[in-house]
């Protein structure tokens, strides 16, 4: 346990920690709305802010994260308004970003050797004030995924549904991807930009192969990323192997190792009642019994169940599916 006596270690240690407790916060919600590869073009982006930072002779960190906000925002406001299709949009955050991050850095002499530290990640690199600033942010991204769970749950999954609620659904996916671009470069300097997309994405792809519902996934994504992390970190001290890489090789271990597991799992769970139409035979679409005051979530009680582009709670023996203002039972 010597290396607890080392104050770059204890500072990678907590680093680590952060990311893998953000990275699968707000992965959680970018899985929700099948947008895994979000973090790979936000990370493309902060590369630009990295290069643009190491030009100007300021710190890397601030200035990417104000970098990948801003085409954060840029992204969502060209996906919402339809003049971009998704798959455009993260065209242009791949290759724009990463040709002008590179471009900026070999300008002022830096190049490749300089940036590779934040595209594969250098823990152990880090100083007590980039330390401070992951603190600060990794807070405000876990106050903000935990806090507003409920309104975050129902616009990732059905936006319509959402604005019949009345919630304000253009304020919170820009939030989603604020908070998304803020996860990206507090994790670059743990896995790397080119990697932190695993982080957000693998510990909750695992937690839902093991757990319905969309809390209890949740906050089992979050446990599993900061095992992987920390173990990643320890791991690479005693195997003298990069920290960035091997956290993320762990957590795609763990999604294997979880694969045999769900398959045992299912076989113990009850089984969603099935209604059995045939071809003449019009599926049921009837409205639910009134709900009163009571509206699903992923923190109302009830069983989550994926189906297909959208989420069914079991309630009372039947699948509940949002429709408008009201549920139907199918």
């Not at 709305?33 to 990370?43: E, K």
Request: contains cysteine; aromatic residues 6%.
């Amino acid at each position: 346990m010597e290396w607890l006596g080392l104050a770059f270690m204890q500072r990678a240690l907590i680093a680590a920690l952060l990311a893998g407790v953000t990275s699968p916060a707000i992965g959680a919600y970018i899985v929700q709305r099948r947008l895994s590869l979000l973090g790979d073009g936000l990370g493309h982006v902060a590369i630009a802010g990295v290069g643009l930072a190491l030009a100007t002779g300021t710190a890397p960190l601030p200035v990417a994260v104000v970098v990948a906000i801003g085409g954060a925002i840029v992204i969502e406001v060209l996906r919402e308004s339809g003049k971009a299709s998704a798959d455009v949009a993260m065209a242009i955050l791949f290759y724009g970003g990463l040709a002008t991050g590179v471009l900026l850095a070999g300008l002022v002499g830096q190049g490749t050797g300089t940036l590779s530290n934040y595209l594969f990640g250098s823990l152990l690199t880090i100083s007590t004030t980039d330390l401070w600033l992951i603190l600060v942010l990794a807070l405000a991204i876990l106050i903000a995924t935990i806090g507003l769970m409920p309104q975050l749950f129902a616009v990732c999954t059905d936006e319509d549904f959402a604005k019949v609620m009345g919630l304000p659904v253009r304020l919170y996916n820009l939030l989603i991807v604020v908070l998304a671009a803020i996860t990206v470069t507090v994790s670059m300097r743990t896995v790397g930009l080119l990697m932190v997309s695993a982080l957000m994405v693998v510990p909750v792809a695992t937690a839902n192969n093991l757990l319905t519902g969309f809390k209890r996934s949740f906050f089992t994504a979050l446990g599993l990323g900061v095992v992987a992390a920390v173990a990643g970190v320890i791991g690479s001290f005693y195997l003298n192997a990069p920290p960035g890489s091997l956290i993320v090789v762990l957590t795609i271990v763990g999604f294997v190792i979880s694969l045999p597991v769900a398959t045992v799992l299912r076989r113990y769970r009850q089984p969603t009642p099935v209604i059995e139409v045939t071809a003449t035979t019009p599926l049921p679409h009837e409205a639910a019994d009134a709900h009163l005051d009571h509206q699903h979530g992923p923190d109302c009680g009830h069983l989550a169940v994926t189906h297909g582009d959208h989420t069914d709670y079991v309630h009372n023996g039947h699948r509940h599916a949002p429709h408008g203002d009201h549920y139907d039972e199918h």
